[in-house]
């Protein structure tokens, strides 16, 4: 994604590193809803 943000509005490294904490905290939020549905049936 970052890398297409690159080429096709010519961002340099700030794509990257928008990627990166976007999806980094898109991550930790799936973690977070799967590990509290697995301690909510257990």
Known sequence: MGYWL??????EEVAYFSML??????????AYLIESKKNKVA
Request: zero cysteines.
């Open 6 to 11: 690159d080429y096709a509005f010519d961002m």
């Open 21 to 30: 904490f976007i999806f980094g905290g898109a991550g930790l939020s799936i």
